[in-house]
């Protein structure tokens, strides 16, 4: 019967598309179900220990698990089994070189978590947890562990002489380091620097740096500073290097006031030397010859304990370091008096001078400014003819003068020599 509705109502292909759709769904959400957790990444360091975390989710509980590997895969190498966990046969560690350094934290074949011990550089890689199973077949879940290494940092000054030719006057180091580390430096001395790396067998990788310039007697002793960046370090590790530029010395002679006279006691010359090293030897000499008897070399200080005509000569200081010798001289003149030096003002006595002479100054201009201003607002003669006067009746006139009804105002101009008075102003005006 079933056989005769099946031939009399076929299924459409559209119908029988979306069946086959709907079941391709419900297998992939079926396999989906069953995984295997594991952490997707780690990080970890040499010596330490790091726990591999694997656990098996089957969402409706048909699926049998007959066995539990640990798979590693090095950065540059083959996969091979370093754990494996059996119902049955129990564990084993197939991989010498995890051997006593492997373990499985649960015997569970659901939670086949495992701790490697005494980590080193080289276990960097991917460790796949995968398990065999009935009846989906193998199913895996892998997690990279990224092994990390402080760098050993280093900086250190080179010394170098004076020249004309760039060279290297310091260095730095961030040895086996894993990531490599990044150097920076920090100077305010021209210059430049290089930076080379060096790959090791275990992964790690060593830094180099060198900081280069043409060097001065003026870069002795200036700072230029190191700074290493790396994943496994708070903060950047800082470390200031102080040059060390070699050269010869220089040297000058002071104390000469142009005032040695006749019987002056206790006179003193100074040889003031510097160079890198500093001088070993510090030599006193006269042009005419050796020293005179009243005067005493000691160190980089000449003495002349009285004043006579023998020291009316040319003094030289020379200096010496590993790198060469310098010489300086000066002549003394002795005079028969004492030359009496007039003391010249004092620093806040010209100060208060200047301004003295600005606060003054400054008066002044105030001064014509203002009369300047005054003039310019004051009242000047009128810039416009004013109206001719109206000539004043007598006042028999005024009372002869029939009244009527009011007129205009008639305007008489006055004779010369006439006097009138403005309405609005003070004085009177004279025609002329």
Not at 360 to 388: A, M, S
Request: hydrophobic share 35%.
């Amino acid at each position: 019967m079933a056989r005769d509705y099946a031939a009399r109502c076929p299924v459409s292909p559209v119908r029988n598309t979306w069946l086959v759709a709907a079941t391709i769904l419900l297998v992939a959400k079926g396999i989906g179900a069953q995984k295997v957790r594991v952490e997707e990444e780690l990080e970890a360091y040499p010596t330490e220990s790091v726990d591999l975390r694997c656990q098996f989710i089957d969402g409706g509980g048909r699926t049998k698990l007959t066995q539990v590997s640990w798979i590693w895969e090095p950065t540059d190498g083959q996969r091979d089994n370093i754990a494996v966990y059996h119902p049955i046969y129990g564990q084993s560690f197939p991989n010498v070189a995890f051997k006593d350094r492997v373990a499985f934290l649960h015997n569970s074949l659901e939670n086949p978590s495992i701790r490697i011990s005494k980590l080193r550089m080289s276990d960097a890689g991917r460790y796949t947890c995968e398990y065999a199973t009935y009846p989906s077949g193998n199913e895996q879940g892998t997690t990279t562990l990224i092994m990390l290494a402080k760098p050993k940092n280093s900086a250190k000054v080179v010394t170098v002489q004076a020249g004309t030719k760039s060279v290297v006057v310091a260095q730095c180091e961030a040895a086996e380091g894993k990531p490599a580390a990044t150097i920076k430096w920090l100077a305010s001395v021209g210059g430049n620097h290089s930076t080379s790396t060096t790959n090791g067998p275990d992964g790690t990788v060593t830094v180099r740096s060198e900081y280069r310039l043409v060097p001065t007697p003026t870069d002795n002793g200036r700072e230029v500073t190191c700074m290493v960046d790396q994943k496994t370090q708070e903060r950047p590790w800082v470390y200031p290097v102080k040059l060390s530029v070699e050269y010869p010395p220089s040297v000058s002679i002071e104390g000469y006031d142009n005032n040695w006279y006749i019987g002056r006691s206790n006179a003193v010359l100074l040889c003031l030397a510097n160079g890198n090293p500093p001088p070993t030897t510090i030599t006193w000499t006269a042009a005419s010859g050796a020293l005179p008897d009243t005067v005493v070399a000691d160190g980089n200080k000449l003495m002349v304990k009285k004043v006579d005509d023998a020291v009316n000569t040319t003094f030289i200081c020379e200096v010496k370091n590993k790198l060469g010798a310098s010489r300086h001289h000066i002549t003394t003149i002795v005079i028969e008096e004492r030359r009496q030096i007039t003391p010249g003002p004092s620093t806040g006595a010209v100060i208060g001078g200047i301004l003295g002479a600005l606060a003054f100054i400054g008066i002044i201009i105030g001064t014509v400014l203002f009369i300047r201003k005054r003039q310019e607002d004051g009242e000047g003669p009128p810039k416009h003819k004013p109206p001719p006067p109206v000539k004043a009746s007598s006042s028999t006139e005024m009372l002869n003068k029939p009244s009527g009804p009011p007129t205009a105002t008639e305007t008489v101009p006055l004779s010369p020599g006439e006097v009138y008075y403005e309405t609005t102003g003070k004085e009177p005006v004279t025609v002329t």
